[in-house]
């Protein structure tokens, strides 16, 4: 087996079966059958990494799931072919970050995936100053029982104080040292993403992706200059919360059956009009292509010119499976008109 990431899932993707023409370039990927999602990978922006164009979340784990069912979630994830991962430090107090430890190393998979971590909101190690983020980072390995993190985000809104170039300057220590691959970032604003491109070029580590709150229901966060210097600097964007805290997969309607929990609460906030407006035309848009709403969510995502690969999460293998069904929507522009009117 190869000893480093990028290089095995590179060469899986390269060698991965492939056969387009068995079935109709709109049909979603099958939940049965081979896993024809593993000839399935986009480039993830310049890390180098090929990855499905949906990464498993696990902002779960170890909070609303256990460890035996996040097993089985990403048991369901890896036999559909997918290949990357994405969790922070502050899921679950680390939890999260066990939990996926646990599993890579007991099925043998860690060449095999693209593991991401978002740091910086642990209340152990708060913060991107460099003494912190080190610490957060060794920690996290630990945690997750590998010599490497892939895909490392930096949180900015865990630390607003924090200089820009002494983050980067111990994001390059990071990367130099193998700790970490490739920098990516959340919520930080466009001007900082501008003044982190300025370092890069005297020779800092270059911020490749971006993760930004983003769905139907939510695009105003992903403002104009935001999007448009993500866009001019060529980065991958892995938008999170990619069905608004499970609003989208449409289960739950009314505030009776979801008032008493923390996601409850979360879904509740769009149980009005223009929330039932965009549920319907899921409904619709998902009838006419006999798949559920929740990868008529994911193939809106995917139909915007920005997305690289959105980062979900699910409760459930079955959740998987419906998830991964968006990757082959491909909905046509009166659908996409249709959900655009409805979510205004």
Known sequence: MATSGVGSVTDAAAAAPHSPALVHPSAPIPVQGPPIGEGVRIALGETGFRVFPLILGGAEFGWNVDLESSHEILDAYAGLGGNALHTADSYSGGRSEHIIGQWLRSRGVRDDVVLSVRVGGHPDNPGLGPVNLVRA?????????????????????????????????????????????????????????????????????????????????????????????????????????????????????????????????????????????????????????????????????????IVTAPIINAFAPQHVEELVQGVGVRLSRSQLAEIARAAE
């Not at 409904?283 to 995917?302: H, I, K, Q, R």
């Open 137 to 305: 980072v060794e920690a996290s390995l630990t945690r997750l029982g590998t010599d490497r993190i892939d895909l490392l985000y930096l949180d900015a809104s865990a630390d607003r104080s924090a200089v820009l170039e002494d983050t980067l300057a111990t994001a390059e220590w990071l990367v130099e040292s193998g700790k970490a691959r490739a920098i990516g970032a959340t919520e930080y604003a466009a001007e900082q993403l501008v003044q982190a491109r300025i370092l890069a070029s005297a020779g800092y580590p270059r911020i490749t992706v971006l993760d930004v709150p983003f769905n139907i229901v939510r695009r105003d966060e992903f403002d104009a200059d935001l999007r448009l210097v993500a866009a001019a600097q060529g980065m991958a964007v892995t938008p999170s919360h990619a069905l608004e805290h499970g609003f989208l997969s449409g289960r739950l309607r009314t505030r009776a059956k979801g008032s008493l929990s923390v996601r409850g609460l979360q879904i509740a906030a769009h149980l009005n009009r223009r929330g039932s407006r965009t549920l319907r035309a899921l409904d619709a848009v998902g009838s006419e292509l006999g798949v559920p709403d929740a990868a008529v969510a994911v193939g809106w995502l995917l139909a915007q010119r």
